[in-house]
């Protein structure tokens, strides 16, 4: 039997990618967040999705030339679960200008950030897109495992995030695999050492732009200097702290020979699915047809 290369693809072989089609609170006006740290947070991170999700898209598909089968249509399947993503991000962000929040200046540095990394070498793009991607999956992780963190984000259904979430663990190897495909003829150690450095850019990056945005929102709610900056700090790292609860699935993507589904989370896939089909759609949800890109 010959062995697999290094570099091969290591996502389960019974691995398959759902698109999910759904359609959130369209209808239904929202009012400012129960608690404003928490909905400048999730404001924040929902600011960054659709120019994010369209550059990820982009970095794969401009590798996807050659790869195996299987990969060639999880990647067709992440594209229509990332353009679905946007989609309802784009009207979650509408509802939070209706509900009073400028999100002028945060659009404008996403955008300027996207664009500096579209600049980049493809090859950069792509092993951005693994990191982000990464970042997105073990946040997805943390909502899953204790979806009661969510219930003062305030602005949106909370079956959104979850909704969102469920896909992210699913496609997120997609992004990494290609990036294994595309990088098949390097060695293990510049492979390694290419995604490790980008990913302290990217995390520097991701943190101060995130957190810039959510002290900026918090501002519109009155809350500004030291005292901002002290609430979300504890709010990120104290209580909930996702990104105390994250740092170990961080750390993990640093180690040799690392891949997504090392760490297997597929049964928050399987819960999640358990418990929507028992509570069914909230009012505000509307199931959708098929996706297209």
Known sequence: MTAQPHWQAGSPDDHSLTVRDRRFNRSEKRE?????????WFAALSASFPRGEAMFIDAVKAHRAGVPEKLAAEIRDFIRQE????????????????????LTNIDARVKSLVGDTQNAPPIVQLVITCALEHFTAIFAHQFLKAPHTLAT??????QLWLWHAVEEIEHKAV???????????WSAF????????????????????RTTDAVELMAQDGITGWRAKWRLFAYLTGRPGILRKILPSWLGYFRPGFHPWDHDDSHLIAQWEDEYA????????????????
């Open 153 to 158: 984000a305030g602005i949106g259904d909370p």
């Open 32 to 40: 400012r967040g129960v608690d404003p740290v928490a909905a400048a």
């Open 278 to 293: 028992t509570i069914g759609p909230s009012p505000t949800v509307r199931e959708g047809g098929p996706a297209t890109t």
């Open 175 to 185: 992004g990494y695999d290609t990036w294994l495909h595309a990088t098949r003829d």
């Open 190 to 209: 510049k492979r390694w050492r290419m995604r490790s450095i980008i990913m302290v850019l990217v995390t520097f990056r991701f943190l101060r732009n």
């Open 83 to 102: 353009v679905n993503h946007s989609r309802e991000h784009i009207a979650f962000n509408r509802a939070v200008e209706e509900a009073g929040y400028d």
